[in-house]
């Protein structure tokens, strides 16, 4: 990831687990976007209240996926065991935003390099502190939006088992599905494997 990426706020984005289970099966299926698209809003898979945020959501689900451009990784999403499903979406959010891989590279991979299972608000702040200072981009946000996009980011470390509830202070031994971690060896991606605690290859 270069540091030179665009950032952009996630303060509306969710972790989706269901949602992108779900698109993942229809994918493996051999549907076309227009035909998940169609599946979903006519079936409303998702249970969503109005065909807006079907769309919307069914549209999140779909680049997030494709932007994996891997169908190992789809048919995990989409098979899995829940927890192993569950670091393959977590994979997926960190490949599509940069806020999210910068979060899960600099602070959640350097706890577990350091064997340091401590986390805080503090870890949060000192995080956005050094993006704010770096980026001007994010150091245009508001303080409304960096407080969403912190929530965010605790969401994702609770929904993949990292943290027990919002009250934890210390973070779960993770242990990486073991087909993520062939792929991110093959592929030389030693900082996205330290994310899932395993340093093997770097």
Known sequence: MEE??????????????????TTAKLLIEGKTDEEIFDEIKRSNLFQFPTEKSLTNITSVCLRRIHNLNNPRLTEMIANGAPASA?????????KYYHLVWDFATTVIAEKYRQKDFSYSRRDLNSFFTRLQEQNDEVASWSDETITRCKKVLNRILIETEYLDSTKSETLNPVLIDQELKDILIENKDYASLAVFNCFEGA
């Open 4 to 21: 030179s990426r665009s950032y952009k706020t996630i303060t509306r984005e969710q972790f989706l687990f269901h949602e992108m289970r």
């Open 86 to 94: 569950k670091q393959a979406c977590f994979f997926a959010m960190m």
